[in-house]
């Protein structure tokens, strides 16, 4: 049967939510922000609404910069957890209308509607609607829905139209669909890639449709050069999977005193690797990222992360991988207040082996998922920064 894959995203997903409580902020600039602590405007933006996307304010931008270009905007703090309910609610309803459904992001998910749909385009588009309805109704919110083959196209074209959009790309449209978009659009091609490529004379992605393998494999490597050559063909066969276990396991704790001594701090994070390393196992975790938080004297706070490749579950790798980072950073002269030690990516142990068997296999789908995890990275980069507060205070 014709697979059909649906990619449903909230519009403006966190400012959303906020309007949605406060009427009187509809029509005006809204801003998210996730305050640092430092000044009354230190911090960066989270999301905004569209009137204030008008005026040049994005996600992760200063807040102080954003203040500039919507001076009689509303500035709100962050709720995470009104949003993580929210999300809740919102992947529930879209579990009543597919089997198989995967949790992408905060505000994100792609759903397989092959069976639903009998593999007809049209029957899914009349899903889609019916769970872009329900949500409006149960939830007064609006989102954009891409409708393809594969994840990949489903991704690209729920960008299309949004807000409130309802894109469906059909097989054979994939070649006009991809066509003349510009490189940088491509899932997967970050700024450096899309640099490299427009140094290659690669600017649309019509034009790395038309780049051999060996090319690309060249100038990108083995895993990624493969993924580019697919990808610009509209090609992925990435399955939609249940994610079962997002998450994240974090210590975070205060020195007894501001210190610089780097001995002290290597000890103190090693015991908050072991602490967070028996909580994994105590619920039977492994993870695929590190992450280090040091917040310094004045409340300056700082993360770093590294992703694995496969999921691990040994005190060793936690252990090593905390050090370096610990290493790695520069207090600059500062002292320390607080560290803290968490893991993310977290899946059940022995659970599927997915993660290994993607990103190790030699299939198409393992490219692509190794990728995609790059991609998600970037993602996971933004959301390091929008948690901040949350994991640090
Ligand atoms: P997105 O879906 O990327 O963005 P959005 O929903 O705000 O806007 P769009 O209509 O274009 O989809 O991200 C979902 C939420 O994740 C977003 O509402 C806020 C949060 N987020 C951050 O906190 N920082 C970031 O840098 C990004 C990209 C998102
Ligand atoms: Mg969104
Ligand atoms: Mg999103």
């Not at 089997?99 to 385009?121: H, R, V």
């Not at 396991?249 to 002290?264: C, V």
Request: aromatic letters at 8%.
């Amino acid at each position: 049967m014709q697979r059909i894959v649906m990619l449903l995203d909230m519009d403006y997903f966190f400012a959303q939510v906020e309007e949605r409580g406060e009427p009187g902020l509809k029509g005006k600039p809204l801003i998210v922000c996730i305050f640092s602590g430092r000044g009354e405007f230190g911090g960066v933006v989270s999301t905004c609404n569209y009137e204030a996307r008008k005026l040049g304010v994005r996600s992760g931008m200063p807040i102080a910069f954003a203040k500039k270009k919507a001076k009689d905007g509303a500035f709100l703090p962050a709720d995470f957890g009104k949003y993580e309910r929210a999300s809740e609610r919102i992947m529930q309803i879209v579990k009543k209308y597919a089997k198989t459904t995967e949790q992408a992001s905060i505000d994100e998910a792609y759903a397989e509607l092959g069976e639903e749909s009998e593999g007809d385009f049209s029957k899914a588009a009349e899903i889609a609607q019916k769970i872009k309805d329900e949500i409006l109704q149960r939830e007064k919110l609006t989102c954009s829905v891409g409708i393809g083959e594969n994840k990949l196209i489903a991704k690209m074209a729920a960008e299309m139209e949004k807000p409130n959009g309802l894109t469906v790309v059909k097989p054979q449209e994939i070649g006009k669909f991809l066509h003349g978009m510009e490189v940088g659009k491509l899932f997967g091609v970050g700024k450096k890639t899309e640099g490299k490529l427009h140094a290659l004379g690669v600017k649309t992605i019509g034009e790395l449709a038309q780049k051999d393998l060996l090319f690309l494999t060249e100038n990108f490597g083995n895993s990624f050069g493969k993924y580019l050559f697919d990808a610009s063909k509209g090609k992925d066969d990435e399955p939609v999977e249940e994610r079962e276990e997002a998450g994240q396991i974090s210590r975070i704790a205060s020195f007894p005193k501001d210190t610089q001594d780097k001995k002290e701090i290597e000890g103190f994070v090693s015991r908050l690797a072991e602490d967070v390393f028996k909580r994994a196992g105590e619920e039977g975790m492994e993870f695929r990222q590190v992450t280090f938080t040091a917040i310094l004297e004045g409340l300056e706070a700082h993360t770093k992360s590294r992703t694995f490749e496969k999921y691990e579950s040994s005190i060793e790798v936690l252990q090593k991988t905390a050090m370096e980072l610990v290493r790695e950073f520069d207090l600059r002269g500062k002292k320390m207040r607080r560290a803290g030690v968490r893991i993310g990516m977290l899946q059940k142990k022995g659970k599927a082996g997915a993660g290994e068997k993607t990103n190790e296999g030699n299939g198409s789908a393992g490219r692509a998922a190794k990728n995609r995890n790059g991609a998600g990275n970037k993602l996971a980069g933004a959301w390091d920064a929008a948690q901040k507060n949350l994991f640090d205070f």
